[in-house]
């Protein structure tokens, strides 16, 4: 079975001013829908085929580059997408607003933490928002199209929100004010989306 790109929640210009139509149809036209096509292209024939997109991952033989690159590719994209609302913004609550809390005393320092870690990743990644079991929440980064189900990232847990930080996420817009496209994806997360993956995953 090839994996297939989900459709966008959205249209391109639903995330307006924040990210911009024309950066969504690049995006999503042209860098996911490459992922995905060589991630399939990688794996056809071997083994994997018949593997979800997170038994890969999390049994990933890291040298293989073309899996780790597109595979990674292909499902922070997935994520992405659904982690963003053009009703976005705001502050979690419930479940998900107390393990903030507990992990970093307050919604305002975890933003700093989680803002701290997708300027700070040096060149292409991404920042991440994961759940251990139990409930506890971390934040993290990896580069390139790396991630947290993958062995020895350094980054544990499983994703329940990620920003890319790779230029072609933001330069049309932003061009080198990173920082100022980080403060911008804060008014487009979908909390409530956030709060089912969190549930789902402690």
Same mark, same amino acid.
């Given at each position: 079975?090839? $994996?297939?790109? /989900? ?7 639903a995330?307006?001013?924040? @990210? !911009?139509? &024309? ?14 096509k060589?991630?399939?292209n990688?794996?056809e ?9 997170? &038994?890969?991952?999390?049994g990933?033989?890291? =040298?293989?580059k073309?899996?780790?690159?597109n595979?990674?590719g ?5 994520? $992405?997408?659904?982690?963003?609302s /053009?009703?976005g913004?705001?502050? *979690? =609550?419930?479940?998900? +607003?107390?393990? @903030? !809390?507990? +992990?970093?005393? =307050?919604f305002?320092? $975890? ?6 870690? +997708? ?10 928002l994961?759940v251990?079991?139990?409930g506890?929440? #971390?934040?993290? =980064?990896t /580069?390139?199209q !790396? ?5 020895d990232?350094g980054?544990?847990?499983?994703p ?6 790779? #230029? ?7 061009q080198?004010?990173? *920082?100022?496209?980080i ?8 909390w409530?989306?956030v709060a &089912?993956k ?5």
């Open positions: 079975m090839a $994996f297939e790109q /989900p459709k966008l929640p959205y249209a391109y210009d995330l307006e001013p924040n @990210i !911009d139509a &024309e950066t969504m149809k690049i995006h999503y036209g042209k860098h996911h829908a490459g992922y995905t060589k991630l399939n990688a794996i024939g071997s083994d994997l085929e018949n593997k979800s997109i997170e &038994e890969i991952l999390k990933l033989d890291m =040298s293989k073309a899996v780790r690159n595979g990674g292909y499902y922070n994209h997935n994520l $992405f997408w659904e982690v963003m /053009p009703n913004g705001g502050n *979690p =609550s419930g479940d998900l +607003a107390k393990a @903030i !809390d507990d +992990a970093y005393g =307050s305002d320092k $975890f933003k700093e933490e989680f803002s701290n870690a +997708a300027a700070g990743q040096f060149g292409s990644g991404w920042a991440w994961c251990h079991k139990g506890k929440v #971390e934040v993290c =980064s /580069p390139n !790396d991630n947290p189900l993958m062995p990232t980054c544990g847990g499983y329940i929100l990620g920003l890319d930080v790779w #230029e072609h996420a933001y330069y049309l817009k932003y080198n004010k990173r *920082p100022d496209y403060d911008a994806f804060f008014n487009v997360i979908n409530d989306k &089912e969190y549930n789902e995953a402690k």
